[in-house]
T-cell receptor, first 111, second 114 residues
């Protein structure tokens, strides 16, 4: 069974203080690793898809990386508007379109 | 370009009742997946519909059923509601059923069971 664990559960940063969120996964034949951002009471907003170890993707202050066991979401010089829950999900060779999510990391950026 | 839409936004039901939630996929998408998200948790996969058929199902009881229409929109039905069914129900659409296809989520329907 596919499993995803995210750490830390919550992270508080000062504006401009860079950090990283971790997503560890166990899956039979990774097909894709997905990062989403979710604001309170809203649906997840797609950020990145990574397909193979060594792959990296960037968008504004966010950069996602992937190894064979985990993914990192690096946040450079965050702003208060980056405050949200960040969700990681995987799809495996036996799960077709089913996404297995972690519990998320709640990020709070203070001005 | 309209994204994924869901209705209603909020719903309050009592135990034992039945509920129907609706979803319209993003333009150009033909696959709809449904997820349940309890407070403070990540979304849990319920099932996926493609070509009007259920293609894959998660660990949810038969009380949860669905349907997909020829225009690709979808419904989620839950019978005999339990207090534990209170959650945010999310619909996601994609182009294809593949494991590499990105799923785009709607705003969700907040269901409260009293």
């Amino acid at each position: 069974e596919d499993q995803v664990t995210q750490s830390p559960e919550a992270l508080r940063l000062q504006e401009g203080e860079s950090s990283s969120l971790n997503c560890s996964y166990t899956v039979s034949g990774l097909r894709g690793l997905f990062w989403y951002r979710q604001d309170p009471g809203k649906g997840p907003e797609f950020l990145f898809t990574l397909y193979s170890a060594g792959e990296e993707k960037e968008k504004e202050r966010l950069k996602a990386t992937l190894t064979k066991k985990e993914s990192f979401l690096h946040i450079t010089a965050p702003k208060p508007e980056d405050s949200a829950t960040y969700l990681c999900a995987v799809s495996g060779g036996t799960s077709y379109g089913k996404l297995t999510f972690g519990q998320g990391t709640i990020l709070t950026v203070h001005p | 370009d309209a994204g994924v839409t869901q209705s209603p936004t909020h719903l309050i039901k009592t135990r034992g009742q039945q509920v129907t939630l609706r979803c319209s996929p993003k333009s150009g998408h033909d696959t709809v997946s449904w997820y349940q998200q309890a407070l403070g948790q990540g979304p849990q996969f319920i099932f996926q519909y493609y070509e009007e058929e259920e293609r894959q199902r998660g660990n949810f009881p038969d009380r949860f059923s669905g349907h997909q229409f020829p225009n690709y929109s979808s419904e989620l039905n839950v019978n005999a509601l339990l207090l534990g069914d209170s959650a945010l129900y999310l619909c996601a659409s994609s182009s294809g059923t593949g494991a590499t296809d990105t799923q785009y989520f709607g705003p969700g329907t907040r269901l409260t069971v009293l």
